[in-house]
């Protein structure tokens, strides 16, 4: 009798052992993950047996502001025809895949709404044509901004600017360097600027854009593609 009750008494100790077990949720072997910003949304290995989120803080912002850019690049591009006033005063050749300069644009033509003055002309449009700018090449145009005024006569650097900015009510901004030596120093920075523009805005250099837009003009004379 002793020896049954100790066998079942170790039965029954097991018993509840396994079932207290039994009554562990599995789950709560998994650990919480802390809750995170809803703007800040997690990705996802696709090979993890768990799916654990990792967080890339300032990615989605990162990514936002590069579709921003190309969407504003777009958006100008589509416009340009519909600011090109025909009694225009001055011309603006501008560089349509620049991100840092169409932000200038944009702000030009929005206040162009009004005075209707100037005309934008796109430099890397494949329409663009220095024929009609005053025999203004791509290259040529890509080292410097320029304008051309109503009577033909072309203007660079910092003057283009004032020129630009006194068309649609802004004159204000630049016309500290109508004079001598501000002038000068203006135009010795902007030049910095225009040297290094392409690397500061993450664009390869100019010889490699070149060897790109010639290979597509190339491939636009066998093909309607460039037509479309």
């Not at 649609?168 to 010795?188: M, N, Q, S």
Request: charged fraction near 25%.
């Amino acid at each position: 009798m002793a020896l049954r009750g100790a066998a079942a008494a170790s039965m029954a100790s097991a018993s509840s052992s396994f079932i207290a077990r039994r009554r562990t949720p599995i789950f709560l072997s998994i650990p919480r993950y802390f809750k995170l910003k809803a703007h800040n949304p997690p990705t996802y290995h696709a090979n993890s047996l768990l799916a654990i989120p990792i967080y890339r803080p300032g990615f989605q912002c990162q990514i936002r502001a590069i579709s921003q850019a190309a969407a504003e690049i777009e958006v100008s591009k589509r416009e340009s025809e519909e600011q090109s006033p025909e009694d225009w005063k001055i011309k603006m050749l501008y560089d349509g895949d620049c991100p840092l300069c169409m932000r200038e644009v944009n702000m030009l033509r929005e206040r162009n709404k009004t005075y209707r003055t100037i005309k934008f002309v796109d430099i890397s449009s494949d329409d663009y044509s220095p024929q009609e700018n005053q025999g203004l090449d791509y290259e040529t145009v890509m080292g410097r901004i320029h304008a051309i005024l109503s009577d033909g006569t072309v203007v660079t650097d910092v003057e283009a600017f004032r020129r630009l900015y006194e068309q649609v009510g802004l004159g204000w901004v630049y016309a500290v360097t109508k004079y001598e030596p501000i002038a000068t120093v203006a135009d010795a920075i902007y030049g910095v600027w225009a040297k290094y523009r392409l690397q500061i805005t993450g664009r390869p250099p100019m010889e490699e854009i070149l060897r790109t837009r010639r290979k597509k003009g190339e491939a636009c004379k066998d093909s309607n593609a460039c037509k479309m």
